[in-house]
């Protein structure tokens, strides 16, 4: 396969750890992904396959998560649920601007509006292994956090062990 950088003939497939920035969320890597890379410039080629399903997961980590969701974490559900801005200040019942700073972190988010996000992403796509009592943990986590590491197995996106 050609380099559709230098034009040269060599790809080389690799399995690889890739962070994957395009999420929007930072600290996301994923986990043994296809990477076709050129021998001779060093430009890469990945595949990422079902993108929806690892966005969904990525969803289902955030909302899992017990502390504050971050300004990366709101963008990205709001995002992932398919609103506007608009669209989430009126579901929220706040103005357009208050969702722009709790977007770019310039005001936090309340815990009932933190937890309202966070149940309507499960009520529209139900996540394993969480019930309504973990919402009474959440703002509650002081810890740092790992990096979120995903890798597909049987055919699906998951949380790397």
């Not at 398919?82 to 601007?97: H, L, P, R, S």
């Not at 770019?104 to 796509?125: H, K």
């Amino acid at each position: 396969m050609k380099c559709i950088n230098c034009g040269k003939d060599g790809m080389a497939p690799a399995i690889e750890d890739l962070p994957y920035p395009a999420s929007g969320l930072p600290d996301v890597v994923l986990v043994g992904v296809r990477v076709d890379r050129c021998p001779h410039c060093g430009e890469y080629e990945v595949e990422i396959p079902e993108v929806e399903a690892l966005h969904r997961v990525l969803a289902h980590e955030a909302v899992k998560r017990t502390s504050p969701l971050t300004p990366a974490e709101i963008r990205f559900l709001r995002k992932h649920l398919g609103w506007t801005g608009v669209e989430m200040a009126t579901t929220f019942g706040v103005t357009k601007e208050t969702v722009s700073r709790w977007e770019n972190g310039r005001e936090r988010m309340s815990p009932t509006a933190d937890r309202l996000l966070r149940a309507t992403v499960l009520l529209l796509e139900p996540v394993k292994g969480w019930g309504i009592e973990r919402f009474r943990a959440i703002g509650s986590a002081r810890a740092p956090r790992p990096p979120l590491r995903l890798t597909r197995r049987a055919g699906t996106w998951q949380e790397a062990a």
